[in-house]
């Protein structure tokens, strides 16, 4: 399920979490492919985020900026993020991400190179 969109959130595939009230330690690992166009600076946000639209956490948002090489227009990067939450009330959370720049052909999730997970663990046992 690649995102192609600049500049907007997409969900990445269907991926996400439905976490019940309480206090919690939530986790994301999850491996993204870049496909670019052509040699240049890239750059895309990944987050989890109780929105499809926009990142509701600052703690659960990665920023990658990179240039890439003629010779290697396609690459991946693990993102990792861990926040503790408290909800009021039951919230799903999911994966999404965008480009920034024009030369992003696509990102997507790439589970079957590099297991992702999204783990909500209650913070008091």
Excluded at 44 to 61: G, I, K, M, R, Y
Aim: hydrophobic share 45%; proline share 4%; with cysteine.
């Amino acid at each position: 399920f690649p995102v192609t969109i600049r500049n907007s959130y997409k969900q990445v595939g269907n991926l996400g979490i439905n976490i019940p009230i309480g206090a919690w330690n939530v986790s994301m690992f999850v491996t993204m492919e870049v496909a670019v166009t052509s040699a240049s600076e890239n750059g895309f946000w990944c987050s989890l985020s109780s929105s499809l639209a926009d990142a509701t956490n600052q703690e659960l948002v990665s920023f990658f900026d990179w240039y890439v090489s003629p010779y290697a227009p396609n690459f991946m990067v693990s993102v990792v993020k861990v926040s503790e939450l408290k909800l009021t009330q039951a919230t799903t959370f999911y994966v999404i991400a965008k480009s920034v720049a024009p030369v992003v052909a696509q990102l997507r999730a790439r589970g079957e190179i590099s297991v992702t997970t999204i783990k909500a663990t209650c913070a008091y046992l």
